[in-house]
């Protein structure tokens, strides 16, 4: 049996899912805040980097948003650029998730194509790979 247009959402869906979301976020935030990043490769989480020495186009991010966390915004864009634009990307989406749960609408994308989510994924994956060849090009990868 499906539940209509108006029917409440349960889950991941719906207010469980938008609150959990805020927890995951919340607690997130406070180990980014504690954590002190280094730039040495052989402390990187990234695999490419610790294995190979080569960094990958999402390299830095993670060390930018603990910089972002404490408040040091150009270390945050030395570290990787798209960190402040990822983060409000981020939270636009949040809100417009609670928005559309309190509005009772349907959340857009819910086709078989993937709709506006599917294309705002490969807008950022195209966006991360032109940084990272900017960024390769102008020798401002992390070493």
Known sequence: MSAGPG???????????????AGVVAVSFLVLHLWAPSDDPRSSI?????????????????RAFAHLAKGEWSAAWAAHPLAVPLAAEA???????????????????RSDNGGPWLNLLWINLATFGGVWVVRLLTGTLPP
């Open 7 to 21: 029917a409440a959402r349960t889950g991941w869906r719906g207010p469980l899912g938008w609150f959990s979301t």
């Open 46 to 62: 990234c695999v490419l980097r610790r294995v190979f020495g080569l960094s990958c186009p999402t390299c830095g991010l993670t």
């Open 91 to 109: 939270l636009v989406l949040w809100i417009v998730w609670g928005a559309t749960l309190r509005s009772g609408r349907e959340p857009a994308g």
